[in-house]
């Protein structure tokens, strides 16, 4: 079996690791705050002690950091994945980051004899503690059949969306639909209340019709409980925003929903809530 290394440990990612342990694999685990992956050291898990001596050891290397830069720090340079993978192994990096930056260490990899796939994920901490995470994978096609089986493990909707930098490009897709159906999510609950009905009663009605989403399904409920722990960083989503704003302007394509969106979790995190989840916006209405 492969052996797998695991770079990132956070909200979605130790769960990820939890599902390889389950699977029978040998995983190796690093972690820039050491202290989130002792739990998983302690259900079978190896720790290494720096990125590199973790690519040096596995036949397929896992990464879900924060920022695209962090990204780029892991995998180029000296001390970078690139340079102390073993060749013919697989690099699967599930960060929401640039399709820019996946099309290059695709190609950086590619000279190296070690394969590259993008895969970003959504489904936030719910969709990876039960496994039932989408991923979103660019890269080449038969790289992407020989390590179907590990992906299954962590998710139900696993698609090869085509060649380098698909995925981050998919993702952004997704990342567009969800920030201007939060605002509405939120206006929804938000005018529930002030009519006067019960928003739980609301949201059994219009959850399974026609305004059905995940977000309305999984955030809605937290809202209403005043629950905002991060399943998915406001700041992460910002990011995501950036990102997509970004591809957009480079392609002539206006996308004014997206633009309100991140004006409006802009604001949120200049309050001090960018470590909030992204239902924290529904506090933007109950504030008003």
């Not at 397929?60 to 180029?76: A, C, F, N, R, S």
């Not at 073993?86 to 394969?115: M, R, V, W």
């Not at 496994?131 to 493990?153: S, T, Y």
Request: hydrophobic share 40%.
């Amino acid at each position: 079996m492969e052996k797998i290394g695991f770079i990132g440990t956070g909200v979605m990612g130790a769960s990820m690791v939890q599902h390889l342990l389950r699977g029978g694999y040998d995983v190796i685990v690093y972690n820039r705050t050491k202290e989130k992956a002792m739990a998983l050291v302690e259900k079978g898990a190896v720790w290494a002690n720096t990125p590199q001596e973790l690519a040096e050891q596995a036949s397929v290397i896992m990464t879900m950091v924060g920022y695209p830069h962090d990204v780029e720090q892991l995998y180029i340079g000296d001390n970078g994945i690139l340079t102390h993978a073993q060749p013919g192994s697989i690099c699967i990096d599930f960060t929401t980051s640039t399709p820019t930056l996946a099309e290059n260490l695709y190609k950086q990899a590619k000279e190296k004899n070690i394969h590259m796939l993008d895969a970003p994920v959504s489904g936030g901490d719910i969709g990876a503690r039960e496994a039932k995470l989408a991923i979103m994978v660019g890269g080449d096609a038969e790289v992407f059949e020989r390590i179907l089986p590990l992906l299954q493990l962590l998710g139900t909707n696993i698609v090869l969306q085509g060649e380098a930098g698909s995925g981050q490009h998919t993702k952004m897709c997704n990342q567009i639909a969800i920030a201007s159906n939060m605002i509405g999510v939120c206006e929804a609950i938000a005018y529930a209340k002030q009519a006067g009905l019960s928003p739980e009663q609301v949201l059994k009605s219009i959850s399974t019709g026609a305004a059905g989403s995940w977000s309305l399904s999984n955030l809605a409920p937290r809202m209403m409980k005043g629950d905002f722990a991060p399943g998915f960083y406001i700041k992460h989503f910002i990011k995501d925003m950036k990102i997509a704003l970004e591809e957009a302007e480079r392609m002539n394509l206006s996308l004014p929903g997206l633009a309100m969106a991140k004006a409006m979790y802009e604001e949120l995190a200049a309050r001090g809530k960018e470590n909030d989840g992204t239902q924290a916006l529904y506090t933007t209405y109950i504030q008003r």
